[in-house]
């Protein structure tokens, strides 16, 4: 596996893994997606491309094509990459790649923006080892956390004063859904049920159901399209991923939201797999709350802290969990009594890990000017391009006259409107999966493997290139046979 820990999968077929999209077509468009408003125009192509047939000649030309009329392909060069991209000189298999590593794991840890050692040796140097304890005040080191929420909330809808930084995500739910809980029950005592999604990212179950024997309420499973139906006088709070961690289906985060305010909950979004993916609009859509971390899409590096959002409205009734002193309206006044802070600085706890934040900081500087629908136009492009590629060079078992090795079939759904920014595999044998894997990785094509047989290609549209897209295909056609 090419990461080890951070998306641990669980056992089992989850429910969005059935019904989810199927096969390798592609071109499918519904409109406007659920999460994912407004409706971006489609990415610049050769206007020609729906009249020629998917040929592995014609698929490497069009990638070509659409790498140079690509309006982020600067931003590639922003990043560090093993030499891989167009632009990097000698093209040692004709892939327009130049040769190197095809990095589709930035779903799992973004790549490194080129800035970011300088300004942390920087930050080591100067503020650390120069300005010692007066780098809290001079480095603005204390307000960090609230600084770079700002940062986050344009790329997830949010307005000034509800996003901070901070701890990780694993923590932010267990905060979000305390808090939640709290507020829900405060008014209504008989609201005892938590609803998480039934596919979820197992930490986010994990801390509900400790969230739950905390709060006194029960947790039960539903897929997050039943929600709807299920929200209703006696839930408190429903936890949800907005795009599934494993099948990438985007969930329809405003529809979902406005049935749970009616009955009475509140929301908490995990934006793991949408921040930095697709346009996310909190404020918009009027969600209660919202976490999500910051090493995936946002390029933070490994571990880099997650965020929090708690729409302004409920701020002066959020009661945090973890009332730590940062958290508190006065922290240098030492006062043995806790007085909330306002604002996003009530969602702080202790003291935060400036070299992270730093990093982090330095590496949302690549959004800087980034139109986030040509972010979407790109991911929807880039995913559509990938799984005709996929349908060229792994055709599956009668197409290919019946004699390949291993077949794969699309789990992430065709529609637009139900689509994240990675593209999930399932594998027949499923047990195949790990080794084509590996096999994909030695060959220079890093993705990342899911039980029970899911390979997962995350597409990142600052840095993925259409020629990326088209050798990964090709190379899973080479060692699928
Ligand atoms: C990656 C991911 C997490 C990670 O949580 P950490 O506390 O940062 O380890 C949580 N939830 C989802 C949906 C994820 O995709």
Redesign the pocket.
């Known amino acids: 596996m090419s990461e080890a820990t951070?998306?641990a999968g669980s056992e089992g077929m989850p429910e969005a893994m059935r019904g989810a999209g199927s096969a390798a077509v592609s071109e499918a468009e519904s409109g406007p997606g659920p999460g994912a408003a407004p409706a971006p125009a489609p990415a610049p192509a050769p206007a020609d491309t729906s009249a020629r047939r998917d040929t592995p000649e014609a698929l490497r030309q069009e990638a070509r094509e659409r790498d140079a009329a690509d309006p982020l392909a600067p931003l590639r060069a922003r990043f560090l990459l093993d030499g891989a991209g167009p632009a990097a000189g000698p093209d040692r298999d004709g892939s327009g790649t130049g040769g190197g590593t095809v990095y589709l794991d930035g779903n799992?840890l973004g790549a490194l923006p080129l800035s970011v050692p300088g300004r942390l040796a920087r930050v080591v140097e100067h503020e650390w080892g120069r300005l010692r304890i007066r780098g809290w005040t001079e480095a603005g080191w204390w307000e960090a956390p609230e600084r770079i929420g700002e940062r986050i909330a344009p790329l997830v809808g949010a307005g000034r004063g509800q996003v901070v930084v901070g701890d990780?995500?694993?923590?932010n739910?267990f905060k979000a859904v305390v808090g939640a809980v709290r507020i829900a029950r405060a008014e209504s005592a008989g609201r005892t049920e938590i609803l998480v999604d039934a596919a979820?990212?197992p930490?986010?179950g994990y801390i509900a159901r400790s969230a739950a024997r905390l709060t006194g309420c029960t947790v039960r499973p539903v897929a997050p399209a039943e929600v709807p139906a299920e929200a209703g006088p006696s839930t408190a709070a429903v936890l949800l991923?907005h795009v599934d961690?494993r099948t990438g289906e985007l969930h329809d985060l405003p529809g979902i939201t406005a049935a749970v305010r009616a009955a009475g909950a509140l929301t908490v979004w995990?934006l793991?797999?949408s921040a930095g993916a697709l346009p996310v609009e909190l404020d918009a859509h009027g969600v209660d709350f919202a976490?999500g971390?910051t090493?995936?899409f946002l390029n933070g590096g490994p571990?880099s802290p997650?965020f929090l959002y708690v729409r302004r409205a409920l701020q002066p009734r959020f009661d945090s969990p973890l009332p730590g002193w940062n958290s508190h309206t006065d922290p240098f006044a030492m006062d043995p009594e806790y007085e909330a802070a306002d604002g996003a600085a009530r969602g702080r706890v202790g003291t935060p890990d400036i070299l992270a934040m730093a990093a982090l900081e330095e590496a949302l500087t690549v959004w800087d000017g980034v139109d986030p629908a040509a972010v979407r136009a790109k991911s929807l492009a880039l995913t559509d391009f990938f799984l005709r590629c996929v349908a060229v060079h792994v055709p599956d078992g009668e197409a290919d006259g019946g004699g390949r090795r291993v077949t794969v079939r699309s789990l992430t759904p065709a529609e637009h409107a139900r689509r994240g920014s990675q593209i999930a595999l399932l594998c027949a044998p499923q047990e195949a999966a790990e080794e084509v894997m590996e096999a994909l990785i030695a060959r220079g094509v890093v993705g990342d493997f899911r039980r029970p047989g899911v390979l997962r290609f995350g597409f990142t549209p600052l840095y993925t290139a259409f020629a990326d897209a088209e050798r990964a295909a090709r190379t899973l056609g080479e060692v699928t046979r």
């Open positions: 951070s998306e799992s990780s995500t694993s923590v739910v979820t990212f930490t986010d991923g961690y995990d793991c797999h976490v971390c090493y995936k571990g997650a």
